[in-house]
Structures are given as structure tokens and as C-alpha cells.
């Protein structure tokens, strides 16, 4: 709609002097604001350079005709919306239906009844409100107000055919931008809080990229999903274009954003693909951007990175694991090891931790954090995980029958607790092998509980229910204050072996352990050193005080039956045997 609703702005191309004087006459004298011109060619022209809220086409004209031009109409990006109305001049059935074939709105037959033009246009352009309101719904965002999904193919396409036509070399670049932190504020403050952030994230890119690009026509920026904004970019030089807006988005982003009483940081990660050169279909684009962001945020780059052939590869490598990987959960060819966890104070067996091995007939052994990763993001793990609870209970059972009595571990992801219920799992596995659920240890890790952290606490309360110990896995590795823990049911922290492996050398993570103790032991938590590789870390650990701990050097993962040759009658003292594979 254009500006004034009261006077709409008409476009009317008559080739017979008469007749367009008559209509002219008309709606203006009915309030409209008219635009006449007397053929189609001109009627293009015209509707490409002024923005119109109705076309009035006469069929029968010279160069090209109304049907002509209303297909044109359609067919064009801007204009495929603009209510057109043709004046037949033959009331007969066949030029009805070529006028509705040819895309019009609605049609008038001659002779035109002038009282009655007026009130027919309005009630067009009525209707002509209503779907645009429906279809601003559909291609934007509610949240931020910005073009959606459903809207992005078509706004590259229109990017791309312009640029192609400029014939001066332009390229058009689409960045995807996400951004994070977001989701940690959502589940630290909450939804409002979170949505919060993304409406300011989403306005100050907005400003950046207007700020960067004065030329609005050249750009465009959408919300594609949760976390995930697009900015579509057409230039000349548009490599060095892209990446030096990416630059200016990042550096716009370097200042905390404010958020009712609250300051954020929200650093974007941003993937770049341009056309021609990566694709030049509006889905090549953009899968390919999607896949460049996608590296930058495993590979922890700062800033931005640019697509590549290599980028594509290492996706479709991702694509073919995950179909070897559902093949093999099909035929159980997941198999767990099992590592000891030691009291250090006298190197006796306190637990065992289940892990994943997968040995592939085709790849070899393939290790959990490469499958893990991928497994979680297919939704995998959901399959994987229940037979982990099912194959730990199954080997607690088999040890306890050969006369060995221990607890055993397993890890669960955030995955499970938001689309899983982990506790029903664990209590039938249990139940099927008749262990009692204190005998299981339900390992997570600190980043997991804070990208979920409503579903994770909800589901280690249903956990703790049941009898299972909790314990916090990779500690000191994410993010959460130690405050963070009080609401939720934990027994057990787990100190990240990065903090473990300079034990000894390095003053500042002898600090951070000596920090993690001395809290723990105020409010009761049991700690189990991770990753201990050398006598030294292990005295260390004895000579301040930690409990537990796990590593190489105590033992590597191993079967479920060499657990049983080692432990069954009673533990090793010494650490002999600790490089067994
Ligand atoms: P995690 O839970 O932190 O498991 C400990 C990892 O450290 C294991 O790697 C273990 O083999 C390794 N490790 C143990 N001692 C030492 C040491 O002294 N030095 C070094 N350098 N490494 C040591 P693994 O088995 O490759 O597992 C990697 C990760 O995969 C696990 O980390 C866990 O996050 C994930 N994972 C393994 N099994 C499962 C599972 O059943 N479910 C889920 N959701 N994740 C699993
Ligand atoms: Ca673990
Ligand atoms: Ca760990």
C-alpha cells in the first residue's frame, strides 16, 4: 500500500484517448490518485519506477497488449502482488477467462458503468489489504519483524537475477550470522530475557548493515530461525565487500547490547558463501553459507568464514558418516569399554565409566567425539542412548553373576533430557536386569546443562528420584558459576582432565583445582580428577585432598571382561598394567 490509504495511487493504461479520460475524470473525482499513460510498454515503465496500489489495464492495445503485460506483471518480483484489473472489451466467457489466465485480479466489462468503477476498485483494494497482511504474516518473522524462511529463497533469487542483469559485475553474498549466545541468556534468565536479546541482536544488525551499505536496495537482512539471521548483500568486488561487512558486524558487536536492565555481549558467527562463485541457485547459497558458519563455530573461529570446496566436502563426509552411523546402531555394532575410577587414598575400585566404541567394518574404529557430535545433531543419540542404560545395566548384572560388585557411569546429553525422559529409560533398564538404580552414576556435562538447562534439571530431578548419583562432567569447562549448581541435584564433579594434564607445572590450574576442592568439600561434593596420565598429578591429587580419579595411568577403557580379570579379587595396589589398551 502506498502511503496515503485515503487516495490510493492507480495506474491506468487506455490506448483510446476517450476512454482514458473518462476514467481519469472518475476516480479522481472519487479521490484516487491517477497515473495514465496509453500503452503497455509505457504501463511497465511506469509500475517499475513508482510503486502503485492497483493497475487498471485496457486489453486491447498496441506494442503490448493488457494480457501481455499482466503477465509480465506476475511474473516480476516487486510487482507479482499488484492487484490488476483488466477492462474487457468483449463480455464474452473466452477473453474472461485469458484476462484470469493472464494473472488479473478481478476484470470490468465494457461499456464501464462510471457510477460503479469507484466502489469496485475500493473493494479490490480491500481485499488486496487483507492478503497482504496474510502474506507479511507468512514471510516474516513475528518476533523481530524481519523476512523469514519462507521468504529467503525468493529475496536471493531477486538479489542474484539483478545482479545478473547489471551486466557491470556484480555478485551477491549471503552471510549467515548466529549468534549464541542468546540461547545461553534464555535459559539462564529466561524466554522474555532471551527474546529479548535476539530483538536487540536483530536491531543492531540491522544498523550495522544500513550503516555499512547506505544503498538500502543492495541489501537485505532476515530471521531464519532461532539463533540464525541471514544478510543478503549484491555488489561490485563482492568478496571484499562481504568480508569487510562481516568485519563491521563484528566489530558493531564488540559493545555490550542493553536488554531492559541487563548488558549482553552477543558475538556473531558468521559464514559466507557469494554467488557466482559458490552456486548460483538461491538453495546452493544458502545451504553453503549455512555450512560455512556451521565450520567457523567448530573450529571456534573468530569472526567470520568463507565457504569452500573443503567446507562442502567435510558436510557431505558429515552426511555419509551419519548414514554408515545409523546403519550401525541397526546392527549394533556400538560396543562400550569401560574405564576404572579409583579412591586415590588407596587405589581401590569405586566405579567404572561406560564408553562408546564404535568399530566399523568399513571405517576401522571411529572415536565418540567424532560420532557423538554427529549422532546428537541427527537426533541419533536418542537410539544410542537408551541402548547404553540397557547394555550398562546388562554388564552390571554379567559382573555381579562372575562375583563382581561396582557402580557404573554413564554419560547422557542434553539431547536426551529435552526429548527423552532419561529416568523411564533408566528404571526399565534397570528393572530388566534387576540393578538397583543407586549402583548407576548419570554423568553430564557443564555446557550440556546450561545450553538446556530448564529440560536437564527437570530430567536429573526425575534421575536423582530414582536412586542414580549425578555427577557434573568436564567441570570448569563451561560457563556456569558455582551458584549455578545449587538448584540442581549434583553429588559428583568431574574436573575437565585440561585442568588435570600440567598439574605439577602450571600455578594456575593448581589454583583452579585447589578452588574446585575446597568448594566441593564445603558443600559435600564427592570429586574425581579426570585424565591422569602421571604419578605426579596422582600425589598431587592425593596431597590436596581429592577423592577419586580416573586416567591412563590408573587404566585405559577396556572390555567389560578384562574389568572382570582385574577387579574381581579385590583391586591392584600398584598401577601395573595401567597402559593396558
Ligand atoms: P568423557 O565423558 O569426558 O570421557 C572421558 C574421555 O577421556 C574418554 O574418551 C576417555 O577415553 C578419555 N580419557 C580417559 N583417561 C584419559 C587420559 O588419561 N588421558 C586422555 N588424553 N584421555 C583420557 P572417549 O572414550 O573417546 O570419549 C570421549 C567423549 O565422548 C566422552 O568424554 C563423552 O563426552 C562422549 N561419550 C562417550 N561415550 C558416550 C555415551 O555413551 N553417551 C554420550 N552421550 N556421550 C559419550
Ligand atoms: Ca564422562
Ligand atoms: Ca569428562
Same mark, same amino acid.
Not at 67 to 83: G, W
Not at 97 to 126: C, M, S
Not at 306 to 311: F, Q, R, T, V
Not at 520 to 537: D, I, K, M
Given at each position: 500500500?502506498?502511503?496515503?490509504?485515503?487516495?490510493?495511487?492507480?495506474?491506468?493504461?487506455?490506448?483510446?484517448?476517450?476512454?482514458? %479520460?473518462?476514467?481519469?475524470?472518475?476516480?479522481?473525482?472519487?479521490?484516487?490518485?491517477?497515473?495514465?499513460?496509453?500503452?503497455?510498454?509505457?504501463?511497465?515503465?511506469?509500475?517499475?519506477?513508482?510503486?502503485?496500489?492497483?493497475?487498471?489495464?485496457?486489453?486491447?492495445?498496441?506494442?503490448?497488449?493488457?494480457?501481455?503485460?499482466?503477465?509480465?506483471?506476475?511474473?516480476?518480483?516487486?510487482?507479482?502482488?499488484?492487484?490488476?484489473?483488466?477492462?474487457?472489451?468483449?463480455?464474452?466467457?473466452?477473453?474472461?477467462?485469458?484476462?484470469?489466465?493472464?494473472?488479473?485480479?478481478?476484470?470490468?466489462?465494457?461499456?464501464?458503468?462510471?457510477?460503479?468503477?469507484?466502489?469496485?476498485?475500493?473493494?479490490?483494494?480491500?481485499?488486496?489489504?487483507?492478503?497482504?497482511?496474510? &502474506?507479511?504474516?507468512?514471510?516474516?518473522?513475528?518476533?523481530?519483524?524481519?523476512?523469514?524462511?519462507?521468504?529467503?529463497?525468493?529475496?536471493?533469487?531477486?538479489?542474484?537475477?539483478?545482479?545478473?542483469?547489471?551486466?557491470?559485475?556484480?555478485?551477491?553474498?549471503?552471510?549467515?550470522?548466529?549468534?549464541?549466545?542468546?540461547?545461553?541468556?534464555?535459559?539462564?534468565?529466561?524466554?522474555? $530475557?532471551? $527474546?529479548?536479546?535476539?530483538?536487540?541482536?536483530?536491531?543492531?544488525?540491522?544498523?550495522?548493515?544500513?550503516?555499512?551499505?547506505?544503498?538500502?536496495?543492495?541489501?537485505?537482512?532476515?530471521?531464519?530461525?532461532?539463533?540464525?539471521?541471514?544478510?543478503?548483500?549484491?555488489?561490485?568486488?563482492?568478496?571484499?565487500?562481504?568480508?569487510?561487512?562481516?568485519?563491521?558486524?563484528?566489530?558493531?558487536?564488540?559493545?555490550?547490547?542493553?536488554?531492559?536492565?541487563?548488558?549482553?555481549?552477543?558475538?556473531?558467527?558468521?559464514?559466507?558463501?557469494?554467488?557466482? #562463485?559458490?552456486?548460483?541457485?538461491?538453495?546452493?547459497?544458502?545451504?553453503?553459507?549455512?555450512?560455512?558458519? %556451521?565450520?567457523?563455530?567448530?573450529?571456534?573461529?573468530?569472526?567470520?568464514?568463507?565457504?569452500?570446496?573443503?567446507?562442502?566436502? &567435510?558436510?557431505?563426509?558429515?552426511?555419509?558418516?551419519?548414514?554408515?552411523?545409523?546403519?550401525?546402531?541397526?546392527?549394533?555394532? %556400538?560396543?562400550?569399554?569401560?574405564?576404572?575410577?579409583?579412591?586415590?587414598?588407596?587405589?581401590?575400585?569405586?566405579?567404572?565409566?561406560?564408553?562408546?566404541?564404535?568399530?566399523?567394518?568399513?571405517?576401522?574404529?571411529?572415536?565418540?567425539?567424532?560420532?557423538?557430535?554427529?549422532?546428537?545433531?541427527?537426533?541419533?543419540?536418542? #537410539?544410542?542412548?537408551?541402548?547404553?542404560?540397557?547394555?550398562?545395566?546388562?554388564?552390571?548384572?554379567?559382573?555381579?553373576?562372575?562375583?563382581?560388585?561396582?557402580?557404573?557411569?554413564?554419560?547422557?546429553?542434553?539431547?536426551?533430557?529435552?526429548?527423552?525422559?532419561?529416568?523411564?529409560?533408566?528404571?526399565?533398564?534397570?528393572?530388566?536386569?534387576?540393578?538397583?538404580?543407586?549402583?548407576?552414576?548419570? $554423568?553430564?556435562?557443564?555446557?550440556?546443562?546450561?545450553?538446556?538447562?530448564?529440560?536437564?534439571?527437570?530430567?536429573?530431578?526425575?534421575?536423582?528420584?530414582?536412586?542414580?548419583?549425578?555427577?557434573?562432567?568436564?567441570?570448569?569447562?563451561?560457563?556456569?558459576?558455582?551458584?549455578?549448581?545449587?538448584?540442581?541435584?549434583?553429588?559428583?564433579?568431574?574436573?575437565?582432565?585440561?585442568?588435570?594434564?600440567?598439574?605439577?607445572?602450571?600455578?594456575?590450574?593448581?589454583?583452579?583445582?585447589?578452588?574446585?576442592?575446597?568448594?566441593?568439600?564445603?558443600?559435600?561434593?564427592?570429586?574425581?580428577?579426570?585424565?591422569?596420565?602421571?604419578?605426579?598429578?596422582? #600425589?598431587?591429587?592425593?596431597?590436596?585432598?581429592?577423592?577419586?580419579?580416573?586416567?591412563?595411568?590408573?587404566?585405559?577403557?577396556?572390555?567389560?571382561?578384562?574389568?572382570?580379570?582385574?577387579?574381581?579379587?579385590?583391586?591392584?595396589?600398584?598401577?601395573?598394567?595401567?597402559?593396558?589398551?
Amino acid at each position: 500500500m502506498t502511503a496515503d490509504s485515503t487516495h490510493p495511487l492507480v495506474l491506468v493504461a487506455d490506448d483510446d484517448e476517450i476512454s482514458r %479520460l473518462f476514467i481519469v475524470e472518475t476516480l479522481e473525482q472519487a479521490g484516487f490518485n491517477i497515473v495514465a499513460v496509453a500503452d503497455g510498454a509505457a504501463a511497465l515503465d511506469a509500475a517499475v519506477t513508482q510503486v502503485f496500489d492497483l493497475a487498471l489495464l485496457d486489453v486491447d492495445m498496441p506494442h503490448l497488449d493488457g494480457y501481455e503485460l499482466c503477465r509480465a506483471v506476475r511474473s516480476s518480483m516487486e510487482l507479482k502482488y499488484l492487484p490488476v484489473v483488466m477492462i474487457t472489451g468483449h463480455d464474452d466467457a473466452a477473453s474472461i477467462t485469458q484476462a484470469y489466465e493472464a494473472g488479473a485480479t478481478d476484470f470490468i466489462a465494457k461499456p464501464v458503468n462510471w457510477t460503479l468503477l469507484p466502489h469496485r476498485l475500493r473493494y479490490i483494494l480491500r481485499n488486496a489489504d487483507a492478503d497482504r497482511r496474510l &502474506r507479511h504474516l507468512a514471510y516474516h518473522d513475528q518476533l523481530t519483524g524481519l523476512p523469514n524462511s519462507q521468504a529467503l529463497p525468493a529475496l536471493v533469487a531477486t538479489a542474484i537475477s539483478r545482479a545478473e542483469s547489471t551486466g557491470c559485475g556484480e555478485g551477491v553474498a549471503l552471510l549467515q550470522v548466529r549468534v549464541q549466545a542468546c540461547g545461553r541468556i534464555r535459559s539462564v534468565f529466561g524466554l522474555d $530475557e532471551g $527474546e529479548a536479546a535476539l530483538r536487540a541482536f536483530a536491531q543492531r544488525l540491522e544498523i550495522s548493515v544500513a550503516a555499512a551499505h547506505r544503498d538500502a536496495d543492495r541489501t537485505s537482512v532476515a530471521r531464519i530461525d532461532g539463533d540464525r539471521f541471514v544478510v543478503c548483500l549484491r555488489d561490485r568486488f563482492i568478496l571484499e565487500r562481504a568480508t569487510a561487512l562481516a568485519e563491521q558486524l563484528v566489530a558493531a558487536l564488540d559493545t555490550p547490547v542493553s536488554c531492559g536492565e541487563h548488558q549482553f555481549f552477543l558475538p556473531p558467527t558468521i559464514g559466507i558463501a557469494i554467488s557466482p #562463485d559458490h552456486g548460483s541457485e538461491p538453495t546452493a547459497l544458502i545451504t553453503h553459507a549455512a555450512a560455512a558458519t %556451521l565450520h567457523a563455530l567448530q573450529t571456534d573461529a573468530r569472526g567470520c568464514v568463507i565457504y569452500s570446496a573443503g567446507i562442502g566436502d &567435510r558436510a557431505r563426509e558429515r552426511l555419509a558418516l551419519e548414514a554408515v552411523l545409523r546403519e550401525a546402531v541397526r546392527t549394533e555394532q %556400538l560396543t562400550l569399554y569401560f574405564q576404572p575410577k579409583i579412591r586415590v587414598s588407596d587405589g581401590s575400585l569405586v566405579g567404572v565409566e561406560a564408553l562408546l566404541r564404535w568399530f566399523s567394518p568399513e571405517l576401522g574404529e571411529v572415536t565418540p567425539d567424532r560420532f557423538v557430535p554427529l549422532a546428537e545433531e541427527s537426533g541419533l543419540i536418542l #537410539d544410542i542412548g537408551r541402548w547404553v542404560s540397557q547394555a550398562a545395566c546388562r554388564q552390571l548384572m554379567n559382573w555381579r553373576n562372575e562375583g563382581l560388585e561396582t557402580t557404573i557411569a554413564i554419560n547422557l546429553s542434553a539431547r536426551q533430557f529435552v526429548h527423552d525422559n532419561p529416568a523411564a529409560i533408566i528404571e526399565a533398564a534397570a528393572l530388566a536386569s534387576a540393578i538397583d538404580p543407586k549402583m548407576i552414576v548419570v $554423568e553430564i556435562t557443564e555446557s550440556a546443562l546450561i545450553a538446556d538447562f530448564d529440560s536437564v534439571q527437570a530430567g536429573l530431578q526425575a534421575v536423582r528420584a530414582l536412586g542414580c548419583r549425578i555427577a557434573i562432567d568436564d567441570f570448569g569447562t563451561g560457563y556456569s558459576s558455582l551458584a549455578y549448581l545449587k538448584g540442581l541435584p549434583v553429588d559428583e564433579l568431574k574436573i575437565d582432565r585440561s585442568f588435570i594434564r600440567h598439574l605439577g607445572s602450571d600455578r594456575v590450574d593448581a589454583a583452579i583445582c585447589t578452588a574446585v576442592l575446597s568448594l566441593a568439600r564445603e558443600v559435600g561434593l564427592n570429586v574425581t580428577a579426570e585424565g591422569v596420565e602421571t604419578e605426579v598429578q596422582l #600425589d598431587w591429587l592425593r596431597a590436596h585432598g581429592c577423592n577419586e580419579a580416573q586416567g591412563y595411568f590408573i587404566a585405559r577403557p577396556m572390555p567389560g571382561h578384562q574389568i572382570l580379570s582385574r577387579y574381581r579379587n579385590g583391586s591392584p595396589m600398584a598401577y601395573a598394567g595401567a597402559n593396558v589398551a
